[in-house]
């Protein structure tokens, strides 16, 4: 019993020793804070504008889905989000250790600065699509719409939104928002109405001309009719230049004649054929700014001597560009090999030319079986031959195009595409 009794009497004596060893330390802590506190302010400021400042950038990517916020008389509304991984830049500030929020540039909306990292590299984005005419029809959305870019959602809006459709699509509609085509879904459109977005006039129908081969001058080495010189070759996209002609690609194309894209009146589809010598049309597309598709015969030409932002590779086949293999006419393989080889080759040369969705038919000879294999490989649209525009309601593995050659002179050149 007196053990036990001394042995409790020894644990007070230790809870006595610490507790005043607390207090005592507490006291010199809380003494040492009332000295120093103004300095111990200045250090912890200094950490907060320098955490704020590291969020701050010229160039800064979303580093997770966050919301968008509007500034109203000195208050910050939530408008809606931004996706993750968005890029954008930011508008010059004076940060402090108030600064909860950053301005994007583009957008106008503020951010968190907890929100967003430093660095990321702005994508451009194609404006090609402020070429074609506006529907005369908008659309009226639901209340947190969802706006998609290559089917990622870029933003998401709170309110309703009211825009001029810019094109259409099976499952949605594609609007300009910070001027960028961006895409609503059906499910998220309340409902479309009609009205004057625009006067302007809409094409009637599309010329798709062909070149072949071009000779630079002192070449005389050819003399077929598909020779062309490159002082022709000017005189055509000179006119188109000076005309404010828009030079579509075949996904355009295939838009309008599907009635979702509104070309201008003044459109053309400017094709090449085969590959020989098809470079040497690059330095003038990029001089007269003309968009150009050259069907390229894959297995022949590596499609990596046609790089250019103004040069579109399509397939002429991967390697079936051979005459007298079927019966009738130039007899094009296309007419009635295998039909597993034809596809096997189709295949390779979408595999080559970026998965393209586009064909020309050699020496312009087709039929239903052709045609068959063509879309077992996946593409969605085909050229011919014919002289004619094409318009809205053709068939769109039977689309006609105009063959030019050397004779072809400007007025009537200007004839064919007006």
């Not at 005043?20 to 507490?26: A, D, K, M, R, S």
């Not at 506190?37 to 955490?51: D, T």
């Not at 809606?80 to 940060?95: A, D, F, R």
């Not at 390697?319 to 006419?329: R, S, Y």
Request: hydrophobic share 35%; glycine share 6%; proline share 2%.
């Amino acid at each position: 019993m007196a053990r036990v009794r001394r042995r409790l009497k020894k644990k007070i004596i230790v809870g006595l020793i610490i507790l005043l060893v607390l207090v005592c330390g507490g006291g010199v802590g809380y003494y040492f804070y009332l000295e120093h506190q103004e300095e111990l302010k200045i250090i912890a400021e200094k950490a907060l504008l320098k955490e704020i400042k590291s969020h701050y950038g010229d160039v800064v990517e979303v580093n997770k889905e966050t919301i968008l916020y509007e500034e109203k008389d000195g208050k910050y509304e939530s408008v809606g989000t931004i996706g993750k991984g968005e890029v954008v830049s930011l508008e010059e500030c004076e940060i402090d250790t108030k600064t909860k929020y950053f301005k994007i540039k583009e957008l106008g909306y503020y951010v968190k600065y907890q929100d967003l990292k430093v660095g990321g590299e702005i994508k451009s984005r194609s404006d090609r699509y402020k070429n074609y005419l506006l529907f005369n029809e908008n659309i009226v959305s639901k209340e947190n719409v969802r706006l998609y870019r290559d089917g990622n959602v870029v933003y998401t809006i709170n309110d309703s939104i009211d825009k001029s459709i810019v094109m259409k699509d099976d499952n949605g509609y594609y609007i300009e928002y910070f001027n960028e085509l961006l895409f609503v879904d059906k499910e998220d459109v309340l409902k479309t109405y009609e009205v004057s977005n625009t006067t302007l006039e809409e094409a009637n129908g599309i010329p798709v001309t062909v070149y072949h081969f071009i000779y630079l001058a002192g070449d005389n080495s050819c003399n077929e009719q598909i020779c062309h010189s490159d002082s022709q070759i000017r005189e055509h996209f000179n006119y188109l230049k000076t005309n404010n002609f828009f030079t579509m690609n075949t996904t355009e194309l295939r838009l309008y004649l599907e009635g979702k894209l509104r070309a201008p009146k003044k459109s053309i589809l400017v094709t090449i054929d085969d590959g020989a010598r098809a470079h040497n049309f690059i330095p003038l597309l990029e001089e007269y700014k003309v968009n150009a598709t050259l069907f390229l015969i894959s297995g022949w030409y590596p499609a990596e001597k046609f790089k250019s932002d103004y040069m579109e590779l399509a397939s002429h086949t991967h390697n079936l560009h051979t005459p007298g293999v079927c019966a009738g006419g130039q007899g094009s393989p296309l007419k009635c090999l295998d039909k597993t080889k034809l596809v096997t080759d189709l295949k390779i040369s979408r595999q080559l030319l970026n998965d393209t969705e586009a064909f020309c038919f050699p020496f312009y000879e087709y039929n239903d079986y052709g045609i068959s294999a063509l879309q077992e490989a996946g593409f969605k649209m085909a050229f011919i031959g014919g002289y004619r525009k094409a318009t809205r309601g053709v068939n769109l593995y039977k689309i006609p195009r105009i063959p030019l050659n050397r004779y072809t002179s400007l007025s009537q050149y200007a004839k064919y595409i007006n």
